[in-house]
């Protein structure tokens, strides 16, 4: 698109300018694994499991090659496969249904609540068959679903929570980091991520050590001593050269997190009060993964910022239970109202932590300039 090609076009995330700001460090930490020879699960993989692990507070830290794969392999380490039905949220992004087709099971859904995004604990409740084996929770956009009622209600029917924090690595839930509440935890470092290295790569955590050994040889061909293999498992490991990048970056995590709730803020509190904007909500911090805001002119407000250099984005604009590959499970329109609606009022603004007070500005004064012109008509 040409107004992408100007100089001054606002993205939805500038990944450049993060790497800029790290100067020669991400450099000389890939040189590193270059002059070390060795590429895959080698040193700088155990220092950024050791460190994530530290950082999420749990005993057991796993790279894997991706988000997509991080589920995956938490459904097979439960033993979830054929016949088994997991409950997921129709909000969210494809893998995280993918995963649990892939692994053989059903995808069963639950409709959310409009406020945060995420599952609604009853709806959910309410989908529990006796195949209901698992339910994976999405922390949307880096904001917390509701983990205490979804805890107590797999407490009482016996079943497993997966959560899938790939777009919430640092949220706390009432003083504890998500990933680290339900039986195992999942995390993505794609690029545009808050987290993100310089291709694929992913996460899974745990604090049990039975899950934690069957994850470790699901990641390697289902082997944990060389030439000998236990399970049918697979190969997804997050490779060297990641983990080095990944390691450099996690250093200024907090900092890009602070940055991005500063931009939330000033959005927030300047752009119009006609607007419905994310909730702020005691004990459970929100950590912006994106920032979104509704209106029903929401294609409209779109091109608009785009006539005037600045990107935003859907997401999602079709719900999963109306996605073509999953038109075998029978869903129809109207299953899941408000997930139906949010997808068709929904907008994500730009949200680089690195995005300057300036463009800030512009971008809020573009959003409340086009509330103004849609008053006067
Ligand atoms: C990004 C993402 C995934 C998949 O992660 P990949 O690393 O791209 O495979 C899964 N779930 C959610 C909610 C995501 O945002």
Same mark, same amino acid.
């Given at each position: 698109? /040409?107004?992408?090609?100007?100089?001054?076009?606002?993205?939805?995330?500038?990944?450049?300018?993060?790497?800029?700001?790290?100067?020669?460090?991400?450099?000389?930490?890939?040189?590193?694994?270059?002059?070390?020879?060795?590429?895959?699960?080698?040193?700088?993989?155990?220092?950024?499991?050791?460190?994530?692990?530290?950082?999420?507070?749990?005993?057991?830290?796993?790279?894997?090659?991706?988000?997509?794969?991080?589920?995956? +392999?938490?459904?097979?380490?439960?033993?979830?496969?054929?016949?088994?039905?997991?409950?997921?949220?129709?909000?969210?992004?494809?893998?995280?249904?993918?995963?649990?087709?892939?692994?053989?099971?059903?995808?069963?859904?639950?409709?959310?609540?409009?406020?945060?995004?995420?599952?609604?604990?009853?709806?959910?409740?309410?989908?529990?068959?006796?195949?209901?084996?698992?339910?994976?929770?999405?922390?949307?956009?880096?904001?917390?679903?509701?983990?205490?009622?979804?805890?107590?209600?797999?407490?009482?029917?016996?079943?497993?929570?997966?959560?899938?924090?790939?777009?919430?690595?640092?949220?706390?839930?009432?003083?504890?980091?998500?990933?680290?509440?339900?039986?195992?935890?999942?995390?993505?470092?794609?690029?545009?991520?808050?987290?993100?290295?310089?291709?694929?790569?992913?996460?899974?955590?745990?604090?049990?050590?039975?899950?934690?050994?069957?994850?470790?040889?699901?990641?390697?061909?289902?082997?944990?001593?060389?030439? #000998?293999?236990?399970? +049918?498992?697979?190969?997804?490991?997050?490779?060297? +050269?990641?983990?080095?990048?990944?390691?450099?970056?996690?250093?200024?995590?907090?900092?890009?997190?602070?940055?991005?709730?500063?931009?939330?803020?000033?959005?927030?509190?300047?752009?119009?009060?006609?607007?419905?904007?994310?909730?702020?909500?005691?004990?459970?911090?929100?950590?912006?993964?994106?920032?979104?805001? /509704?209106?029903?002119?929401?294609?409209?407000?779109?091109?608009?910022? #785009?006539?005037?250099?600045?990107?935003?984005?859907?997401?999602?604009?079709?719900?999963?239970?109306?996605?073509?590959?999953?038109?075998?499970?029978?869903?129809?329109?109207?299953?899941?109202?408000?997930?139906?609606?949010?997808?068709?009022?929904?907008?994500?603004?730009?949200?680089?932590?690195?995005?300057?007070?300036?463009?800030?500005?512009?971008?809020?004064?573009?959003?409340?300039?086009?509330?103004?012109?849609?008053?006067?008509?």
């Amino acid at each position: 698109m /040409e107004e992408q090609n100007q100089q001054n076009f606002i993205p939805m995330v500038d990944l450049k300018e993060e790497v800029n700001l790290m100067g020669q460090s991400i450099i000389k930490s890939v040189t590193d694994v270059i002059e070390s020879g060795a590429y895959v699960l080698g040193e700088k993989g155990k220092k950024l499991e050791h460190e994530l692990a530290g950082y999420l507070n749990v005993s057991y830290a796993l790279g894997v090659a991706n988000g997509t794969d991080a589920l995956y +392999i938490a459904l097979k380490a439960l033993g979830i496969g054929i016949g088994d039905e997991v409950i997921t949220t129709p909000f969210t992004f494809f893998g995280t249904a993918e995963a649990i087709a892939q692994a053989g099971a059903k995808p069963v859904f639950a409709d959310i609540d409009e406020e945060t995004y995420n599952i609604d604990p009853y709806k959910m409740e309410k989908a529990i068959t006796p195949k209901t084996k698992a339910i994976i929770v999405v922390h949307l956009f880096g904001l917390s679903a509701k983990m205490s009622q979804i805890m107590e209600i797999a407490k009482k029917h016996h079943i497993k929570v997966i959560e899938d924090a790939c777009q919430a690595i640092g949220t706390e839930y009432q003083g504890k980091r998500v990933g680290s509440i339900g039986d195992i935890g999942c995390f993505s470092f794609f690029p545009s991520k808050n987290l993100g290295a310089f291709g694929d790569a992913g996460l899974v955590v745990t604090n049990n050590k039975d899950l934690y050994k069957n994850m470790f040889m699901l990641r390697n061909h289902g082997s944990d001593k060389k030439y #000998l293999h236990s399970l +049918i498992g697979m190969n997804s490991r997050l490779d060297e +050269i990641q983990a080095a990048i990944l390691l450099v970056k996690l250093k200024y995590f907090d900092v890009f997190l602070h940055l991005r709730k500063e931009i939330a803020k000033n959005y927030t509190e300047n752009i119009h009060k006609s607007l419905k904007k994310p909730k702020i909500y005691e004990n459970r911090e929100h950590t912006f993964h994106q920032y979104c805001i /509704e209106l029903d002119e929401r294609n409209e407000l779109s091109a608009y910022l #785009l006539e005037k250099g600045i990107s935003s984005a859907i997401y999602y604009p079709v719900p999963l239970h109306l996605q073509e590959a999953f038109s075998y499970l029978n869903y129809k329109e109207g299953d899941f109202p408000l997930a139906e609606t949010i997808a068709k009022r929904i907008l994500a603004l730009p949200i680089s932590p690195t995005m300057s007070r300036e463009i800030q500005e512009n971008i809020i004064n573009c959003v409340n300039e086009f509330l103004g012109e849609k008053g006067s008509k």
